[in-house]
């Protein structure tokens, strides 16, 4: 049986009833190509198996900025990952060399080395060359939103994911989406930014830099370790994040795609567009940085799992 995408709310699924108004029709377009790179995800881990979570508590209020935390969660939120396999995926492999390539403070410019930019260009190299990236290619062409040819394509996804822009004032070039995105970064030294990869999240959390502090839901929507989407809390050198959400076990290529199609189909400087994707609701945020991504993110709505378990 397929492992399922969601099973947990967001925190702002509470307010729901008052939200139904303004929430953006289904884009079904959206949801059948996202359930086709679902599919195309070979990548992916499989919970139970190539990982184990450990949800534990239902973590608590915590205001923006504050560093006073109750911890609901005393083990780790990983307590087992296959990291053979982890190094033998080329495209998870790549994208572990990247993570260590960033100042994890804004406001400090980003120095890029020679070896970086390789690192990037294998990447994205590997990256291409799945299934998944494949189709999100070839989708993007037909609507007219990316050049046929691999390395124009590239290009595009490169000034996309790595192009270096200021995300402090008056400060250099100290911030990219990929960065914020996938790495995470800190503000003022009071506020995490970003982060929103569940690679990222174990690999810190393995190495003592951060502490899970318990899972974000609704009372009668308790997640597990089959979900693929967790909302959260935890700290980051002693830094606390309220509430984030991140994807688990998905390939880094699935999240590239995913965002970079919402991206590229879209002109506002932030969209979001409501999808299904292997029967769960969520909504895609995306916010523009020029030509560049600012930040990206799901937001979980509703999974059928949860719709069966309430009708009994």
């Known amino acids: 049986m397929a492992s399922r995408f969601c099973g947990v709310l967001t925190l702002l699924a509470v307010l729901l009833s008052g939200l139904n108004a303004s929430r953006p029709a289904i884009n079904q377009e959206l949801s059948n190509i996202f359930n086709e790179l679902w599919r195309l995800d070979v990548n992916r881990m499989k919970p139970g198996i190539d990982y184990t979570v450990s949800v534990q508590g239902r973590a608590g209020f915590v205001s923006q900025g504050s560093h006073v935390v109750q911890d609901h969660a005393s083990q780790p939120l990983f307590s087992n990952v296959n990291e053979n396999k982890l190094r033998n995926t080329t495209t998870i492999s790549r994208f572990m060399n990247l993570l260590d390539n960033y100042e994890r403070s804004t406001g400090v410019t980003e120095q890029v080395t020679a070896e970086e930019l390789m690192e990037t260009n294998l990447f994205l190299d590997a990256v291409l060359e799945t299934a998944v990236m494949k189709r999100a290619h070839n ?125 590229l189909m879209n002109t506002e400087r932030s969209t979001t567009v409501l999808v299904n994707v292997n029967q769960c609701r969520m909504e895609l945020v995306v916010i523009r940085h020029g030509r560049s991504l600012n930040t990206a993110f799901p937001k979980l709505i509703s999974s059928t799992r949860n719709v069966r378990q309430h009708s009994h």
């Open 139 to 263: 989708y993007l062409v037909s609507k007219g939103q990316s050049s046929s040819n691999l390395q124009q394509f590239k290009s595009q996804l490169q000034v996309i994911w790595f192009h270096l822009y200021h995300r402090q004032r008056n400060t250099g070039l100290d911030s990219s989406g990929f960065e914020h995105v996938f790495v995470g970064e800190t503000k003022s030294g009071t506020e995490i930014v970003g982060f929103h990869n569940w690679i990222q999240f174990y690999l810190q959390e393995k190495n003592s830099h951060l502490d899970y502090k318990g899972y974000k839901a609704r009372i009668h929507d308790l997640p597990d370790q089959a979900d693929h989407v967790l909302n959260l809390q935890f700290s980051w050198h002693s830094v606390v994040k309220p509430v984030s959400s991140t994807f688990i076990g998905t390939s880094p290529e699935f999240e590239m795609a995913v965002f970079t199609i919402v991206f």
